[in-house]
């Protein structure tokens, strides 16, 4: 009885060390340590009841084992910064994994009968494991816990379910390995089966994750070779008109010289007239100082002009800016772009947008509002407006979470008086977002 008091008590010690390692956490190391230690306690007390004072009572190492793997999950999602289905899955992972050490100590136990080999073979187990996930797949874990690569891990949370289910019923519930060591080579497979399971898992959602980050990057290089390509085809005609013009100023300059004798004064006032015309026509169109975000906010004015809407516009972006000009640049494209085709089909007097930029070096303010007419339909789990066209659907909005994340920022939206308005806001003093 000895050597399962200890054992139960390792591997207590060992799940809380592996979700104070691997869950992003809400709170500072300090606070987080305090509560995973608090946990540990709460944990481990009850073992008395189905280890000592209970133990042939299969009621009460039922109910206590329920008690102990919620207190688990609960200490998981509380410490975690998200609290959602991805860290679930890190805490249904850690039971997984550190059941492993439980049942090397049973079989070592089995086999030698020796208190000191088993404890040994279990802290082994369990040091060795956590050490090699802390260095494989730690960085992933964390990674895939705060982005927004992939929305919902509920279905995932199954895999270490199942696991847990079988291991239970294969190792200590209702009979234990001592029972029947003849489950002992069949439990060995199933943990290696659990191990190749979930390095499975984590490259699908590595790969996901590449093949959506690779998608967003082609898409806004494209956007952006289409800009450059618009800014250049406007300032070679503008180059073009101009030299035209130059050439026959002397021209103008000559007829307005005739004119002037002849006292045609209001010819000479047309003729000015279209002189300034030519010029003004002929200017490169600046909306802020910072070439990429002036390149795509050049391609969203034209299609706005395209479609009759009218922008009004409140925009400065300093020509240096604190984040990645590309991933802003896709940023203001993808709001603005929902935005126009919110209020294209709309009446004359209705198309319209207002859209205000700050981006400089100690913050960044974007505020776009429109009318609407069609309830918008929100995501209960990020609170912002998703796609009516289906699941492939709505990867624009997905995008814009995903920066506001990486820069620390808030992202939010509401409806106000026939008006939606959606704004992103951060802070850069003193962070380093690039």
């Given at each position: ?16 060390l ?63 910064k ?6 679930l ?31 040994a ?15 494989k ?32 019923s ?29 390095v ?121 800016i ?23 089909d ?15 070096k ?73």
């Amino acid at each position: 009885m000895h050597y399962k008091n200890i054992s139960y008590t390792i591997s207590h010690i060992f799940v809380v060390l592996f979700m104070y390692l691997f869950i992003a956490p809400r709170y500072s190391r300090q606070k987080t340590a305090a509560i995973c230690i608090a946990s540990f306690l709460a944990i481990t007390a009850p073992n008395v009841l189905k280890l000592n004072i209970f133990p042939d009572s299969r009621l009460c190492y039922f109910l206590v084992t329920i008690y102990q793997i919620a207190m688990t999950q609960f200490t998981g999602l509380f410490i975690s910064k998200k609290r959602d289905s991805k860290a679930l899955f890190v805490g249904l992972s850690a039971s997984n994994y550190v059941i492993a050490g439980s049942i090397m100590a049973a079989i070592i136990h089995i086999c030698t009968g020796n208190l000191y080999l088993c404890t040994a073979g279990c802290i082994v187990t369990h040091v060795t494991l956590i050490f090699v996930l802390y260095v494989k797949i730690r960085d992933i874990w964390v990674k895939y816990q705060t982005e927004e690569s992939m929305n919902s891990w509920w279905k995932l949370c199954l895999i270490p379910v199942f696991f847990y289910c079988g291991f239970s019923s294969l190792t200590f519930f209702p009979f234990t390995i001592d029972d029947h060591p003849e489950n002992i080579p069949g439990v060995v497979l199933f943990i290696i089966a659990m191990f190749a399971s979930h390095v499975i898992v984590l490259q699908y959602v590595s790969s996901e994750s590449q093949r959506t980050a690779i998608y967003w990057q082609n898409v806004l290089f494209e956007s952006y070779i289409q800009g450059l390509e618009n800014q250049y085809y406007l300032v070679e005609q503008s180059e073009k008109n101009l030299r035209i013009l130059r050439h026959d100023i002397r021209h103008y300059s000559g007829l307005i010289d005739s004119l002037l004798e002849q006292g045609e004064y209001d010819e000479i006032k047309k003729v000015t007239e279209h002189i300034n015309t030519v010029t003004d026509g002929n200017k490169v169109t600046r909306y802020c100082s910072n070439m990429i975000a002036n390149t795509m906010l050049c391609c969203m004015m034209e299609k706005a002009c395209s479609l009759a809407i009218e922008v009004q516009q409140d925009i400065v972006i300093s020509k240096e800016i604190p984040v990645d000009s590309y991933e802003f640049a896709m940023v203001v494209a993808n709001l603005f772009d929902n935005a126009l085709n919110c209020v294209k089909d709309f009446a004359e007097r209705r198309k319209y947008v207002d859209i205000k930029i700050r981006c400089e070096k100690d913050g960044l303010l974007i505020h776009i509002k429109n009318e609407y007419e069609q309830e918008i339909l929100f995501d209960s789990e990020t609170g912002l407006p998703k796609s009516r066209n289906g699941k492939n659907h709505g990867f624009g909005m997905q995008s814009v979470q995903a920066f506001a994340d990486k820069i620390g920022g808030n992202l939010g939206c509401y409806c106000e008086d026939s008006m939606f308005h959606i704004m992103l806001f951060a802070k850069f003093q003193d962070i380093n977002v690039q």
